[in-house]
DNA sequence: GCCGTTTTCGGCCCGACTGTTTTCAGTCG
């Protein structure tokens, strides 16, 4: 039977996909097994822990997630087992689980492997079958070969490694990744295009694989097949191995394990390429659903007419025909689209930024011309938590540059004004007097440079810790000398709930704050996040004209994303700042606005997207 | 099992690659 040890996103996913693949397996319902897939690709995928949706009583708004699926989890968070799940369970061995989590083998091989080699009651799997393997019992095997049994062992080998590290990448890890492996294809001759796609370019907080697309011209080539791109491609220097390889894609690990997918597409049809390898499968499915409603079949090469739209109630069916936009091809029966707004528009659709793609409601909105703009990295006037290297003998880590380096960059980015926000002076070993003195010190200090920048105006911020009892780590009389104050949480994460929100909401009632830095505290890959009653956080600071912060730094990224899109119906603003320590870091304000923008933030959510004197205002303005 | 500007019933995306196969099953994205 399944163990459970912490109910992680990873864990609910292996869960759904087990439950999957017994309904696979004993066969009756497809679309049962479809429908569990579906919701654990949906926890997969989600940005947040899905425990932690379900204590704020969501799951059921997670999509794919339904009445029978979210009560089991219900029962399964609450007691630490479902009946119905293990009912379910019980039917197959539990080492087919196991087993199912080694990449080519899925429920059918697994399910073999596990009953004819015997290892029903398997205490170790991997090894067993390894063994088996070693021993040429898998070669054995009906619809099993020689190679099948190589490829078997080696995957075992890999996933054992792999399961060592942490599995999910990153973003900037994951680009400069994705950097070599394109600047290596463009040197290729019948290269003309290299894209980024998949999770990297709806810039997902972390990032599993990377995918590429490669636009070559056709007359360059010989015939129709990519061969010499894909051989080209599966030579790269830092392959550790090929996964496949054939006519119209491949696929590699680099070292240290991570995996490269590459299609490969002609101008015309390119846009399909862009719009199908993006994703998110969610979206894709979807889309494919829309266009199928529309009469057409959707695949990665363009649109396929099937039939008239198959409504019958349609009152106005527009002939597809007449439409304007896409690069109708009709002699070749599949429409190419060489562009991929065209593609959206070509199906009634408003254009759908990579970003929001997630399968949630984007469709229905885009049918409804209510997708809107989302804020952009051009928009933000202004970076206000930023950490110098002016010491104040602060309680946590110093930066690396000057305050004038820093307004320098400032500049450099095109900002009308910074906020600095180093961290309050420690506490312990300075007395309440010496703090004050410090802090004066240190506002006289930017004082005079306050007005020696023509270009970019500064703001005297400070970050301040938020205690376990909500006051602040600043004497009161200390808030004199800044002009703002951002107040995190960095100690003591593991308060319930309840204890958690009002410590917040205390530190949040102190004068000149104006933001809470990065909310959830979490640290991808390592920590997660604290639980809040967002309910409470976000109505409070929508209603006292307190920011939420975006905090861009690439191991936050918090807010979350799916968080920022709640907050939004609360009308709470956020802020998206860096955290910046040093002048390179920054440069790192679009990992922030890509959480905006993945939680639909139009640039008037973003408070730091107004003007100097308009953003003045807003902070001076405390109600 | 899920889901709904057409629906509370009756549908449910689409294709590439590999190995073991002479036509397809399994896995993956």
Redesign the pocket.
Known sequence: MYKLENYSNKEITHLLRSIAAVHQLKGK?R??T???E??ADAVEHLSREIKDVWEEGKI?Q?????????SSLNELFKQGRSK?FDS?LAQVPTPVFEL?K?????????YKLVTILGLDHSDNIFTDLKKAGEEGKI?EI????????Q?IIAAINLYRQRSAKADRMPIPYAKRIADEVINYLKNHPQVMRVDAL?SLRRWEATIG?V?LAVQVKREKLNGKSYKNI?DYFIKYPKKIK?E????????IIVSPNI?I?LRIQEEAGYGSMLQYFT?S?AH??KL??H???EGF?????GL?K?RSP??S??TSPKSPPQRKGGDPRNNSQIMEFSNEHRLYEFVDLQYIPPEIREGT?EI?LA??NQIPKLVEVADIKGDLHVHSSYNLQPSHDLGENTYEEMLKKAKELKYQYLGFAEHNPKTSGLNEKEIIEIMKKRYLEIEKIRDAEIKVKCFIGLEADILPDGSLALPEKAIDYVDYLVVSVHSAFNLNVKAMTERVLKALEYPKVKALGHPTGRLLGKREGFELDWERIFNFCARKNIALEINSWPQRLDLPDTLAREGLRHEVKYIINTDAHATQEMEGMRYGVSVARRGWCGRSDIINTLNYSAFKKWLNNKS
């Open positions: 319902n679309f049962r479809i429908a569990y579906n919701a059921y997670v999509p794919g997630i339904g009445e029978i699926i979210g119905h379910i199912m080694v990449r080519s083998i899925g429920p059918k091989r697994a070669a009906e619809n099993f070969g020689k190679k099948s049994e490829e998949g694989d995918d894909i090929v496949n390889a054939g006519e119209n894609k491949a696929s995996r997918d994703g499968k894709n499915i494919r659903e266009a199928l409603a079949s959707l695949n990665e090469y396929k099937i198959s409504t109630l349609r409601n229905e049918q409804k």
